[in-house]
């Protein structure tokens, strides 16, 4: 198995040694660390199962870094662990805020790497698991440091919001920065609006604002990816979406409605049935848009991850045991 990007037509398995295999290269931990074991892939694909399976294995915990399984109003639409799964392991960063608050990826880094901290004084083992790239990267990495912004542009791309729409903002990220409109949630307004205001201010694409010299963290990543046939990654999302309709989607997004407008309910999955909501369309339609758009969703989370050559690919039916054998010499070739 290749720890290159993943061939979707075939099955992956972990290589430990000679010609052409061996252990990737990782940087060192610093001091008073531990590992951390980064759980990533489409969504769908089963990150959640490994993440507790791996804990109980290991006896750690587990961070999330799915930025919307962050809101206690919001659970099906997010699929956020059942009850029993949560009491299967210690999980951090579940309904841990409301969707009134106003919680950025910065937020989200300095909260995880205190919590790091924590656990590193008792275990030198945590999991970091999500599907959300930005953040898996602010905490692995840091953040990236982008220019100030002219705040008339700002207050112009907020009115072409308004006026003509995210659609015409979409196109013109598009045309300025591709790198950016294929990585970025391009179904947030906020993504989208960061993005365009940064290019137009600087000159330069969003993209090129890419931190290349990441911090120093006191951990070593050992990142592990799941994957699948891009049929199979789809089938997955329409059964998943059936079941959150089925397990009583339409009623959460109703309690929701008067609070649409939030940033934090800018998401696939209650956007569409706030569309039905207001009499756009019919749910029928809303549910194949969801199901539409999840499957989008899922061809950016793998665009993003796949730039990354520290990640060692799994198929999604890969065992436990054959991960946790791989995890097992990285941390005892890194030590």
Known sequence: MSNQTPNTNQSKRPSFGG??????????RGSGGGFLIVIVGPTAIGKTSLSI?????????????????????????????????????KHHFIHHINIHRDYSVGDFERDAIAKLNQIYQKN???ILVGGSGLYIDAVVNGLDVFPEVDQKIREQLSDDLEKK????????????????????????PRRVLRALEVCISSGKKFSSFKNDKKVK???????I????????????IEKRVDSMI?????????????????NALQTVG???????????????????????????????QLTWFKRDNNLQWFDFKASQNEIVSYIDNMRSSNK
């Open 53 to 89: 399976a791996l804990a109980q294995h290991f006896d750690c915990e587990i961070l999330s870094a799915d930025s919307r399984q962050f809101y206690k109003e919001m659970s099906i639409g997010t699929a956020v662990p059942s009850k029993d799964e949560l009491a299967q392991a």
């Open 217 to 223: 963290r006191n951990f070593t990543p050992l990142y």
């Open 165 to 188: 729409g995210l659609e015409y903002l979409q196109n013109l990220l598009l045309e300025l920065d591709p790198e950016s409109y294929n990585e970025i949630a391009i179904d947030n």
């Open 19 to 28: 010609a052409g295999g061996g252990h990737l290269p990782l940087p060192r």
């Open 124 to 126: 030198d083992l945590a």
């Open 270 to 300: 209650y956007r569409e049935l706030f569309t039905y909501l207001e009499g756009k369309t019919n749910l029928e339609f809303a549910v194949s848009d969801i199901k539409k758009n999840t499957r989008r969703f899922a061809k950016r």
């Open 225 to 236: 990816g799941l994957t699948a046939e891009r049929e199979i990654i789809y089938q997955r």
């Open 246 to 262: 089925q397990q009583g989607l339409l009623e959460e997004a109703k309690a929701l409605f008067p609070y649409r407008y939030l």
